[in-house]
């Protein structure tokens, strides 16, 4: 289980509290949808989720465990909403994948080719000719799958999907949840999926918590 408890944060000393004594639960193998109004602070719980920021106080725990006793990659990947702001832009797509597996550089590379072609390709999510380019030479809707595919291949207990389907046309929308619900399903993680989207999550989600506002 993924657990957020009595977290508070604010992102400044004098700054209103943006999160304040907040609990979330999510479990292995489950889907459970984030919804509340546009600046309310569903991403910054999902930034303190995975560690990105730190509580003024409260505890992340991950299967029992301090989210900061984890050493390596993180058991909770987080996909933001701007995915340009998480990628070095010197690196090719192929580069920035193969250092999300926990693998050597050289077979890393190898990899990468390989999950894209027998799977991702297969689905129409990455195309393989977008490996060799850099991140600003394709799409936001493109760049969006490719941070996916990113968070998986860290092989998380626990993904939060931050808006991560609001740029993508219907049908590629829902084959990337058809995606996420078979890692569910087949590897049992747990996903936070943040939205205020509620026909979205409607359709995706096990539950829906409606943030809470301080
Ligand atoms: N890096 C930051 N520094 C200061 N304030 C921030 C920062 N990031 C977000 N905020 C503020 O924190 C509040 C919550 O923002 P947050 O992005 O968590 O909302 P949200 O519910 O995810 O919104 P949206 O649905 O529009 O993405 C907003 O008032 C926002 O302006």
Known sequence: MLTGTDLSFRWSRRGPWILHEHAIEVAPGEVVGLRGPSGSGKSTLAAVLAGLQ???????????????????????QVV?????????PRWTIREVLAEALPLRRREALVR????????????????????????HEISGGELQRVNLLRALCAEPRYLLADEISASLDA????VLWHRIEHEVKSRR??????SHDSALLEQVADRIVDFRTP
């Open 171 to 174: 049908i590629t929308q829902t």
């Open 112 to 135: 990468v080719d390989e999950i894209v072609a027998e799977d991702w390709a297969r689905h129409g999510l990455v195309n393989p000719d977008w490996l060799g380019r850099h991140p």
């Open 54 to 76: 730190r509580p003024a106080s409260g505890t992340v725990l991950v299967d029992d465990e301090p989210l900061a006793s984890f050493t390596g990659a993180s058991p909770v």
């Open 80 to 88: 933001l909403q701007h995915p340009d702001r998480a990628m070095n």
């Open 189 to 194: 993680i747990g996903v936070l999926a943040v």
